[in-house]
């Protein structure tokens, strides 16, 4: 059992910036249970995070604290270096666009999504009209594929994308199913 962060020890100094309906749902909620500020609230979020044993809740290399769905560092490499690791640049179309996540349509290489382990994504650009990306020489599926919206602001369904995907396994792939 990991030793509990007491209050006096919590020692977090913030600064953020959100998109305006991000904003205003963090004014809102730090609101409603009574926080001074918005940072207050989203350091206590933090903290609350950090105390618990949600092993979903990692600290990248980066010092961001994500989701391990999104537990690659600032230069794209899976945060636990203690698995092999592999990346694949692959074109794909966006399908769907939420405020938090986009949803990419692609054919992926058949390892990467049968790969046990942390599976995570990252959007490297914006393809133009004629570009295309050269096909993976291994055997591929048609996927979709999640990813952080981060940056992307600007991205609407339709547009087509090369995205990084990055595998972590422990071991073989999964087995077809």
């Given amino acids: 059992m990991p030793d509990p962060i007491q209050a006096e020890e919590v020692n977090i100094q913030i600064t953020w910036e959100a998109d305006a309906r991000t904003e205003l749902a963090i004014r809102r909620q730090a609101a409603l249970m ?3 500020t918005p940072a ?5 979020t ?46 794909a179309t966006v399908r769907i666009v939420t405020p938090f996540e986009i949803i990419l349509g692609g054919n992926c290489p058949s390892a990467w ?3 046990s382990g942390t599976r995570t994504t990252e959007i490297v650009r ?24 981060g940056r992307w602001t600007d991205l609407q369904v339709g547009d087509r994308v090369v995205v990084r995907l990055f595998s972590a396994s422990e071991g073989q792939p999964a087995p077809p199913g």
């Fill in 40 to 44: 207050d609230y989203l350091v206590q």
């Fill in 34 to 36: 009574g926080f001074d």
């Fill in 46 to 91: 933090i903290a609350k995070a950090l105390a618990s044993n949600d092993g979903d809740i990692l600290i990248t290399q980066d010092g961001r604290l994500v989701h391990k769905h999104h537990a690659h560092d600032s230069v794209g490499m899976p945060r636990d270096s203690q698995k092999t690791s592999a990346t694949q640049d692959v074109e």
């Fill in 126 to 149: 914006k393809l133009s009209p004629n570009e295309t990306v050269d096909a993976t020489k291994e055997p591929t599926e048609w996927s979709e594929i999640p990813a952080s919206r």
């Fill in 113 to 115: 999504i049968r790969a």
